[in-house]
């Protein structure tokens, strides 16, 4: 079961092999579209401008055409005559052409008769009939466009290369170009692969996930321009998916597989490809993540097997698949991915050997500057995914990141939403609940680290408020002593939160008959236990030391080092039997239909940094707690919660 | 032909009655779609996690699931034996649980087994048939990836008013959901309107132009994401035109018409709208451009007259129509547009009154930072949009924009291609080849403002390079005498360009019997001049003058204030009769099938501020300027063109 990589090749170096192999990767075919369907394709022709634009002198005012030197000298008291000969409409050929002495009446963007050299707005003459009268002088070419002056015909105006996008689509349409040559874009098969894998929308089996990669990978192409087709996944049968491969690669110019890549799952994918004739060039990528990447290319075709990570998968997705796609609908490979400066705020290890692509969420200081947090989710996760904003590369030669370090984000999304209020703490339903009353839910991040996550992400700037509930044994009160701990007596408030119920979750009827805390160290009885720094679990701990008096917990207390993040993990964990108790929330014992064994209330409250008060969101956020609607909407929507008296007054310092 | 606006309402206010009048400007319907289908939709509902995810333990290595306590106090000096009782691959249940002594073979990816809370690598172990020697110890929970830890059952996961992107689609598709609720794009009718108007393709008659809006508006609402219809240009005809705008609006949520607008053209689309029965409340907005607007309220249905001048109509598109659009799929009004920060490097007037959209060009500084100039094009232009990159916004109470003010720039595309490469000043055919020969053609932008604007260009620092054709009366040399009279002494090197050849273009056959500039006196001849600052000008300026001994040239050449910008204007003038002749160039002449009276040779240089030569781009330029290649394509391509032998070579200081 050891991974054999055949040989671990740079990204650099794949795409410098790819690139041999098919002879330059570059658009396959030109095609003529009419212009109504040229959008967000790539031109495959330099356009010369067929015709001037305007292709015709046109009036800028409403006026009278004239002759400029027939105005000269013309002001309130010399005023100049003049006779109207005509009229010059929109669309229209002029009625007449302007001799000396003479003005033809023009509308804006209408055609400037011959002998005009000039027009004279309406705001500057008295008209009576035919005989006008100027009473201003106007320059040799005033108030007219003139032919060409704009585009004149034989200029380059959009060359080979160019992305057409609305802006280019007018350009075109004014030259009265109705047709362009564009590249025709790739052709792309995706299947799916692996026995673990359901689709969504059916019931998922014991030791089976969802298929990720196929529907992400699918919608990742489409972004990028190319034309794909999704097969689902493949037969988990090596003859089905061979000919399945074959049949692909027969009307595709790029197919693509996700998962069955690992040397330790068989190099089903290497020997797939290589039995539809491909020559395999790469297997085993010098990139994290993303390492188990098999490559091959038959004829001018490409075939990449992608690792089934998700993340793994839409990492490579970024290095290596994207500039093929891209370089072949004839942009640049670089292309399209939009950028932004930030700085790192913490110190970490990146590369060392490998391209390494690093998701990154974003906080936006004070100052409008960009800090980049690295998110530490490992290649398995989706929430990373849904959470991240862009991400960092580092370089194979890199060692790590330093703090401070000026790095550019590569973003997901071209325009860049980052969320107004970055609530970063201790998992409760109850902030769901204040987000809604203040109207805050759209523009706000909740990040689940606990109540000490919360408190470091306080000091380090990046929350705007953190949720805690963390008890002092010594004086049983929460969170006040906390400022101190955290070395931020003078930087802080705590603002009063509401009150929660806790007690133990069980299943309906509570088969093992749990009392209280005292049966967790019964050996017939395994808890689910919350991450080390939440409130939760501290509460716990707390709890468990009064009755272990000196024996450590895990020796004890069956599942004591089985750590869930969320309160809903630990009622999920009971319900499907993999725990018979853990401390949590009335709310969620409801919301799960599990019955609760209530231990006590506990308070929550909502800590922020006094530079961050003046933030209107942080404001209306804080302002919500104390207001009778939340208090209403928090008994009414969350069984064993209520506020308190305090509920949105300062209890720190 | 007064303009009559009823009365002048702003970009705001405008929103604010739409909003009122249509009872909340927001998403019509939600239906249900795929999630293959769900790619750029807004979702309608707030999703939260219907399972856990991972739902299940699963390791995150290859190795061995024990029991942690088993290998406490492992080393390589005290390992730790185990027995290896089944195995756990990816996608099935495990053999078997682990007991105490016990190991499971896994897979990364695979599910723990009942039993054990830690996985040791395979690199720590030795196996041996049933035997497992274990070397080293691992902590609870090491190389487990929990149930849960990474989203939990119950969580929030997308909030309502989410758009959909391939990220979102993951976690989606992670957690089981293959079908979402979004809303519905909105529909929407284009019409363009005007009696001017040719679609693209047919024949363009005497003062007719190209319909533009109605592609472009077309173009930017399938940007914006909405379902379009384009119906082309409307008959001229009133009643057509009506029932015409009153089918759209049936099978539509939004009509929008470009065109007839304005108060001089006969207030049409007023009439219609008030015809179909809609409730006008907006006749005349306070934008530049886009004042002639016309909006109404038919129900919940909305029809927006637009201007008809391209620009004009581009603008009100961002500033009215794009927000009510993006509302409509669910999004935040001003979603969408990537904006970046850039200083203004000229003081101008913006704004009083109006709300003004002014189209900027963007310009890299060497430190990174941007610079925004502001494109006076007017709104008749098309060239000016294919060249500006976004636009900045001058509100109602604005006065002006100062020198080195902050700004932000909304971009029109997603990704801001800034060229490399920025030659800004006279217009010659030969830059095309010196930018084809040096591989430069897709990174650069050429602007022709004449050789004075490229010195002015390079003085400012926006130009990297400047082509110049300058004369000097007194020394008869070309362009050395530049640097002293701009100032940049030693600030600037001129390099040599090329030599090309300078004539009068006539028609074929040179039926006027043009000889040479004495010619240009003769009042049956009429002439096409070049713009003031263009090298071209110069040269004729000074013929003339010596021809005219203080005499005034307007006086007595006719057509001497008919100026245009670049050497093909002056070939398309003659071509189509509007002037007998111009001084251009022999390449010109040839390209148009003109015939060329020689009046002599010009030499065209370049020149660069001292600064801009470590840019990579330059330097290329520069060195094809002497090499082979471009000698050889140079005069192949362009007839009357020739190197000289200081070309490439620096001729200041």
């Given at each position: ?45 330099d356009v010369r401008a ?7 002198d046109r009036s800028t ?60 707005m309406e705001e500057y ?529």
């Amino acid at each position: 079961m050891a991974l054999v990589f055949h040989k671990l090749v740079s990204v650099v170096e794949a795409l410098r092999l790819l690139n041999e192999k098919v002879g330059g990767i570059r658009p396959l075919d030109v095609m003529e579209v009419p212009l109504e369907e040229a959008l967000n394709k790539v031109l495959a022709e330099d356009v010369r401008a067929p015709i001037d634009y305007p292709p015709f002198d046109r009036s800028t005012v409403d006026g009278y055409a004239i002759r400029s030197l027939d105005a000269a000298g013309a002001s309130d008291v010399t005023p100049v005559q003049l006779k109207v000969v005509g009229k010059a409409s929109i669309g229209l050929p002029p009625e007449s052409a302007v001799g000396p002495g003479e003005a033809v009446e023009i509308a804006t963007g209408a055609m400037i008769p011959r002998g005009a050299d000039a027009v004279v707005m309406e705001e500057y003459v008295v008209r009576s009939g035919d005989a006008l009268t100027v009473y201003r002088p106007v320059a040799p070419g005033e108030n007219i466009n003139q032919t060409g002056s704009d585009v004149s015909a034989g200029d380059y105006i959009l060359r080979t290369g160019t992305l057409l996008t609305s802006r280019e689509i007018a350009v075109l349409a004014g030259l009265g170009i109705d047709k362009v040559k564009v590249y025709r874009p790739p052709k792309i098969t995706v299947f799916s692969t692996g026995v673990e894998l359901v689709p969504p929308g059916k019931p998922l089996s014991i030791a089976k996930l969802y298929d990720v990669d196929g529907y992400v990978i699918t919608a990742m192409l489409r972004e990028l321009g190319a034309e794909v087709t999704f097969k689902g996944i493949l037969p988990d049968d090596y003859n089905s998916m061979r000919s399945a491969v074959h049949e692909a690669l027969e009307s595709s110019d790029i197919v693509i597989t996700t998962g069955s890549t690992s040397a330790g799952y068989g190099d089903m994918i290497y020997k797939v490809f290589n039995d539809v004739g491909a020559e395999l060039i790469v297997h085993g990528l010098k990139a994290r993540p993303g390492k188990p990447t098999v490559i091959a290319v038959k004829g001018r075709k490409i075939l990449f097997g992608l690792p089934g990570f998700p993340l793994s998968a839409m990492m490579n997705m970024y290095n290596i698949v994207a500039p093929v796609v891209l370089m072949m609908r004839g942009l640049e490979p670089s292309a399209e991915l939009p950028r932004v400066k930030a700085r790192i705020p913490l110190k970490f290890q990146a590369g060392r050997g490998f391209m390494e692509l690093i998701p990154v969420q974003l906080v936006q200081n004070s100052d409008g500057s960009l800090s980049a947090y690295p998110l530490m989710t490992g290649s398995g996760s989706i929430a990373g995914i849904g959470l991240s904003d862009g991400f960092i590369v580092a370089e194979e030669g890199r060692e790590y990141f330093d703090e401070n370090e000026e790095v550019t984000v590569n973003l997901f999304s071209p325009s860049l939403r980052i969320p107004d209020l970055n609530i970063i703490g201790s998992n409760c339903p109850g902030i769901e609940v204040v987000l809604r009353v203040a109207g805050l839910t759209k523009q706000s991040r909740v990040i689940s680290v606990g109540s000490m996550g919360g408190w470091i992400a306080v000091k380090r700037g990046d929350a705007d408020l953190a949720g805690t509930h963390l008890l002092d044994e010594g004086t049983m009160q929460y969170n006040v002593h906390m400022p101190k701990v955290m070395g931020l007596e003078n930087d802080v408030y705590i603002y009063r939160g509401y009150a929660r119920r806790v007690g133990l979750l069980v299943k309906k009827g509570n088969p093992k008959n749990i009392r209280g805390f005292e049966d967790l160290l019964r050996p017939d009885v395994t808890i689910v236990n919350r991450n080390k720094g939440s409130g939760t679990r501290v509460l716990l701990d707390m709890k468990l030391r009064q009755l272990l008096k000196g024996e450590r917990p895990e020796k004890v207390v069956n599942g004591y080092t089985y750590e869930v993040k969320t309160h809903t993990a630990v009622a999920t964990a009971i319900l499907q039997g993999r725990a018979d108790t853990g401390l949590s929330l009335e709310a969620v014992a409801v919301q799960f239909g599990l019955d609760f064994i209530p231990v006590g209330e506990e308070v929550y409250d909502f800590v922020v940094r006094k530079v961050k008060l003046n933030k209107p969101s942080v404001r209306k956020f804080l302002e919500a707690l104390s207001s009778s609607d939340f208090s209403k909407e928090l008994s009414r929507s969350l069984p064993g919660y209520r506020t308190l008296p305090d509920s949105g007054k300062v209890v720190y310092p």
